[in-house]
């Protein structure tokens, strides 16, 4: 569909044009090959920017215009406020910085959609509604009840005509990416594709109050041993897409750190205990609230904490929760290696270059030389590897930019709480145990004869087809580092065999000396003994040497 296909369409793409042009982006309009449909728009392209506007910092005036463009645009920037693979600090700040200017809309004009969405008048299912939001956003609005049955909720209840608004930009925005693709190779390396259509599964899904409902259920369950943790109860019988109907919660916002002093609640724990849900969440779930500040955390009676807003969640594999416990491990031990083979399996086909990128890996992980696991600075370290992605024109994975992005809000939450708060010391159990498990004998006797097969179908497969790489020739991966994966891969093999062999001596003794196979000593088989015990100090010798290697994790 054109960029110009409605009225309405028009009619929005005029309003946007005239915002862009406002903060000064007149310039970046013409380099995306936009300058003809927004001169068709009714703009000129050579009207003046304010004074004020031009003093202003790029990322300043890009905050700006995304407030005043509407709703869908502060949701895009807050997207763009968890890609620090993509855009430096300041910018981030920036967006972190936008603000939901949405005015609230009289109770009376959201009525209709409430009992709409119930199906029946609001006094069957209500005692009282309180006409007063004591919440309000561009995409819904939020207030207090007390349903038939004496319960405390609150209902969020979606603004009517919002869905068709953001429909018509996200059709705008489309189109915008795909323009920015073509015709700028320097915001190419943006996505801006991959972005929009990231941002508008992210919005469609927050336009659908029941995904919101359903993140909330799933991480109480996932939760429920944790007893100092409070998850707002969804009641699902006036729950839909619409309206959301939730527990009630009484606390003080963790914002407001004198009325906790003054409740008498300690608050170092109650940072260390918020630490400890979120890392929990990211490392053991892979299900994890998505935007952990302190707006959105409650302090309850005996240090309890109560998280409320599950409309931004991420979501990590296994697979994506070992890599990021093999970039921290790496770090501590000093294997850039292992970080850049992390870093270039998120390369999405994408050539790299090998060597150089364990090269910068290794004199960033110089800095952190000697450094424990729980002083380790998890956000500077995460930050400094998203700079070096970008100078290498790589992009982090979506569901990695989100957990780093959770991670860095999650150390701001910590410190209004504690200055001296660490967000790694509550990490440091959680890793430590993902490790052991991760090197436990039977997952590592799985884990290579996988891998070992799985390179074996590489070695086979036909070559990749030949391309230019970035700043050079050649294929995505350096000879070099196949020749490694070559020589860990026998490495791998040889230990399996001696696995195997360990195991099979200690069975082959056993079942000598239980049949008292001669020649015998005193009724034990003398050869059964000999390899029962010559196994036994083979194996004891292996698991020495991979205690050894694991010694910094305990």
């Known amino acids: 569909m054109s960029i110009l296909d409605t009225g309405r369409d028009l009619r929005r793409l005029n309003e946007l044009t005239g915002i862009l042009l406002k903060y000064g982006f007149a310039d970046m309009i013409r380099r995306l090959g936009m300058a003809a449909p927004f001169e068709q728009a009714g703009k000129l392209m050579r009207q003046s920017v304010d004074r004020d506007m031009l003093t202003m ?3 300043e005036r890009l905050r700006r215009a995304l407030e005043e463009m509407g709703p ?43 009992e709409k969405s119930l199906g029946k ?60 693709a073509d015709n700028s190779v320097e915001l190419r390396r943006y996505r801006p594709v991959e972005l929009v259509r990231e941002f508008e599964r992210s919005l469609t899904r927050e336009l659908d109050f029941t995904s919101e409902s359903r993140n909330a259920d799933r991480i109480r369950e996932n939760m429920k041993g944790i007893k100092w943790l409070v998850i707002p109860k969804v009641y699902w019988e006036y729950t839909s897409a619409v309206l959301s109907v939730q527990e009630y919660i009484e606390g003080i916002p963790a914002r407001q750190t004198d009325r906790i002093e003054d409740a008498g609640l300690d608050r170092k724990l109650i940072a260390r205990r918020g630490a400890t849900a979120a890392w929990k969440m990211a490392l053991e779930d892979g299900f994890f609230h998505a935007d952990p500040h302190p707006g959105n955390f409650l302090i309850l009676p005996g240090n309890r904490i109560a998280m409320l807003d599950y ?49 910068d890996i290794e004199d960033i992980i110089t800095r952190y030389y000697g450094i424990a696991l729980a002083e380790l600075d998890a956000p500077a370290l ?21 957990l780093i992005k959770a991670i860095i809000t999650l150390e701001g939450f910590g410190r209004v709480l504690d200055p001296s708060f660490d967000v790694m010391s509550e990490a440091e159990p959680l890793i430590k145990r993902m490790v052991r498990i991760r090197y436990s004998p039977g997952r590592l006797a799985r884990s290579l004869s996988m891998r070992a097969l799985d390179m074996v179908d590489k070695l086979y497969a ?37 696995t195997g062999l360990t195991v099979a001596g200690i069975l082959c003794g056993s079942l000598l000396l239980a049949g008292r196979v001669a020649p015998t000593i005193w009724d034990i088989s003398v050869f059964g003994l000999m390899i029962l015990l010559a196994s036994g100090t083979w194996s ?15």
Not at 485 to 498: A, D, H, P, T
Request: aromatic share 4%.
């Open 57 to 59: 910092e790029p990322g």
């Open 72 to 114: 869908t645009f502060v949701k895009l920037g807050q997207i763009l406020a968890t890609r620090v693979d993509l855009f430096p600090m300041d910018w981030i700040e920036q967006f972190e910085k936008l603000q939901d200017n949405a005015r609230a809309l009289p109770y009376e004009k959201l009525l209709p959609k409430i």
């Open 382 to 402: 995460l930050l400094d590897i998203t700079s070096l992605l970008r100078n290498h024109d790589l992009v982090l994975p979506s569901d990695i930019a989100l």
């Open 540 to 554: 004891i010798w292996m698991m020495l040497v991979a205690r050894r290697h694991l010694r910094e994790w305990e």
């Open 311 to 359: 409309g931004m969640v991420g979501k990590l594999t296994r697979a994506r929760q070992e890599q990021m416990v093999q970039i921290m491990k790496s770090v501590v031990m000093q294997e850039p290696e292992g970080c850049a083979s992390v870093l270039a399996s998120w390369a999405d086909g994408i050539p790299v270059k090998f060597e150089q990128l364990t090269a």
């Open 462 to 498: 036909p070559p990749p087809a030949q391309g230019s790489q970035r700043g050079g020739t050649g294929v995505g991966i350096d000879p070099r580092h196949l020749e490694r994966l070559v020589g860990r891969l026998e490495r791998s093999q040889y230990r399996l065999v001696q």
């Open 121 to 180: 008048p609001v006094d069957k299912v209500f005692i009282s509604i309180d006409p007063k939001p004591i919440g309000v956003a561009s995409i819904g609005q939020v207030h207090r009840a007390v349903t038939r049955s004496g319960e405390q909720v609150v209902l969020k209840v979606q603004k009517p005509g919002i869905r068709s608004r953001i429909e018509s930009d996200l059709r705008l925005l489309d189109q915008v990416a795909k323009l920015a």
